[in-house]
């Protein structure tokens, strides 16, 4: 699946300008991405520059069952560090998160969570959702 969902509330967001570091939280190490903001997209799951666009182009496998389209909470991701720098969540992506299980006061859909490049940031996958992240590598 992919693209977008024409029936939820539209995200302002700002894509980074200068690059940026993520570090996923994964159950064997912290996996570093640096992000080159000239290369967003890297896909088409999420929206441009999110951190699902992230991980999915750098061979990090986070669940997305909907297809990035903000129509579930498969997805969902722990901003550790940097959350400042990221768009706010729509009432929409409010509404899916609270179908997640685990649910944190930092918590997002890696689908709709596009960080604006001014920190560095440290993403964790919540334990139920790490299999995924694990089977890749």
Known sequence: M??????IEK?????????????????DAPIEIQVDPTKLPLGDNGLPGSLLDIALGNGIDVEHACGGVCACSTCH????E?????NE???DENDQLDEAPG???????????VPNGDMDLIIEVPEWNKNLVKESH
């Open 2 to 7: 992919g693209g977008s969902n024409p029936y």
């Open 11 to 27: 995200s302002e967001t700002i894509i980074a300008r200068k690059p940026f570091k993520v570090t996923f939280i994964t159950p």
């Open 77 to 80: 991701i722990i901003v550790k």
């Open 82 to 86: 940097g959350l400042e720098t990221c």
């Open 89 to 91: 969540p729509t009432d």
């Open 103 to 113: 649910l944190s006061l930092k918590s997002r859909l890696a689908c709709q969570c």
